[in-house]
Every structure is written in structure tokens, then in C-alpha cells.
């Protein structure tokens, strides 16, 4: 699948996604690409942003590729029973583990925990081995239990603005793949 034939949703986390993100990069070089806006960036409730992102996909003209970074992940996932079409596919960056208790801010945990059902749509999870979220194994065991492609970014932090991955070409290079095995 090409670019041009999909509704490519960004789904930012907790606080959103800077113009500095690589999410917000690629929104912008991707003609095909909008974000799914949250009412309230920095109080995410569960049933708000799930419904936000129910709302896009519902909406779309074209097949559905969801781009999630961090707390989008758990959103997009807690957000699945509401989808009225099929997605074509998503790209999971740095999920957090919201079923753990020392994740802050503490209430991110209501978007938690992951179900563990295999997903019904493609996907692929990226996780970084350092990553102050989510341990490297319990991201690995998720992605397993739900069938997505798992790839291992290394030591590269929350993969995000603040760990120097602001363009993140590496990131861009796996997605272009992705996309054309959909």
C-alpha cells in the first residue's frame, strides 16, 4: 500500500506530540497524514481519547494506517471493540506499561491493562531496551501476545524528541516497509 491510498491517524501519548517529534515530522511529509486530537492532551481519560480515536477511524474514506507513539498505544488498542471499519494496519512506537504501579503520572494506569488478544490488523511494535516506560521484556511479551511484529530499536530511550529522535530515519525506513506488505 502507498501513502497516498491510506488515512494515516498519528496518535500522540501524554502531553502530545511536539513539533520536534517524529510523529509531527512525519504528519507533516506524510499528504495523507492527521492526527487524532485529544480534548485534554495533559489529563488523557480513557474514554475521551478512545473515542477520539474510534471517531477517526470511523470517519476515514480511505484504509486505516494508525501511527501511535507511548500512551496513543494503549488508546489505540483499549479503542479496537469501538472501530465500526477495519484498520489496515498499525505501527506501535514506544508502548508504555500501564499495568504497571509506579508509571507516572499514576493515572495512566486506567488505560491499562493491555488486553492480550492477537490484534485484527497488522502491526508492528517498536521497543527500546531502555525505554523509562515499559521494561524491554514486558513490551516484548505484549507485542508476542498480539501477534505484531516486534523490533528491537536498542538503547534509544522513549523514542521521541527528548531521546534524540526527532527525524528518526530509521523509524521512517521501517514504516515505508510496512507499508508496502499491506
Known amino acids: 500500500m502507498k501513502a497516498k491510498d491510506a ?4 496518535v500522540p501519548g501524554y502531553t502530545n506530540s511536539g513539533p520536534d517529534h517524529w510523529q509531527s515530522r512525519w504528519e507533516t511529509k506524510l499528504s495523507t497524514a492527521r492526527r487524532v486530537e485529544q480534548a485534554e492532551w495533559s489529563k488523557p481519560v480513557r474514554e475521551s481519547w478512545t473515542d477520539a480515536v474510534a471517531k477517526a477511524v470511523n470517519e476515514a474514506e480511505r484504509p486505516v494506517i494508525l501511527v501511535a507513539h507511548s500512551l496513543g498505544v494503549p488508546t489505540v488498542i483499549q479503542a479496537i471493540p469501538k472501530f465500526a471499519k477495519p484498520v489496515a494496519g498499525a505501527f506501535f512506537v514506544a508502548a508504555p506499561d500501564v499495568a504497571n504501579p509506579k508509571i507516572k503520572p499514576k ?3 486506567t488505560f491499562g491493562p493491555y488486553p492480550r488478544d492477537p490484534l485484527p ?3 508492528i511494535t517498536v521497543a527500546s531496551r531502555n525505554d523509562p516506560f515499559c521494561a524491554f521484556d514486558i513490551a516484548e511479551d505484549i507485542a508476542g501476545a498480539w501477534g505484531s511484529l516486534f523490533i528491537d530499536a536498542g538503547e534509544a530511550g522513549h523514542i521521541n524528541a527528548e531521546s534524540g529522535h ?3 530515519p530509521e523509524g521512517s525506513m521501517t514504516f515505508a516497509h510496512f507499508m508496502t506488505r499491506l
Open 7 to 10: 488515512d494515516i491517524l498519528m
Open 121 to 123: 490488523f497488522p502491526s
Open 107 to 109: 493515572h495512566l494506569m
Open 166 to 168: 526527532g527525524p528518526w
